[in-house]
C-alpha cells in the first residue's frame, strides 16, 4: 500500500512533507506505514486520498472501482472540497455556514461583497 502512495507523491512532484503540512498527519505515520508496522486509520486515508485527488480504493489498492468513480461527482465539486480543506479560514466558514438560514447565507454574501468593494477602493 506504501507503494502506491509513494508512486502518487512521486507522479505529482510532492513529499511526504507535503502531505503532513496539508492534512496535520504526523510523519511517523508515513514511516511506520513504510515499514509496513501499521497503516492509516480510514480518517487519514480519507485526508490523504483526498490531498492527492484518487480515492480511498486507488489508495489502498492501486485500482479504481469499477467505471473508475471517484470520491466526488465532478471536478468542480473535487476543487472546492480541496479548497474547503487546506484553507483553515474556508473551513471555519463552511463549518459555521452549514446549518445556517438561507437568508442568513445571503446577508453573510452580501456582508463579504461590501468588505471586497471597500478594499477594491483602498487599493485604486
Known sequence: MYEIFAELLEKKGLKAADVTRATGIKSPVFSEWKKGKSKPNTDKLIKIA???????EYLTTGEEKEGGETYYL???????????????????????????????????????????????RYDD
Open 50 to 56: 483526498n490531498f492527492l485527488g484518487v480515492s480511498v
Open 74 to 120: 465532478n471536478e468542480d465539486t473535487t476543487k472546492i472540497a480541496q479548497d474547503i480543506f487546506e484553507n483553515k479560514e474556508l473551513r471555519l466558514l463552511f463549518d459555521t455556514a452549514r446549518n445556517a438560514e438561507p437568508e442568513d447565507l445571503k446577508a453573510v454574501h452580501n456582508m463579504l461583497l461590501a468588505l471586497k468593494r471597500k478594499e477594491q
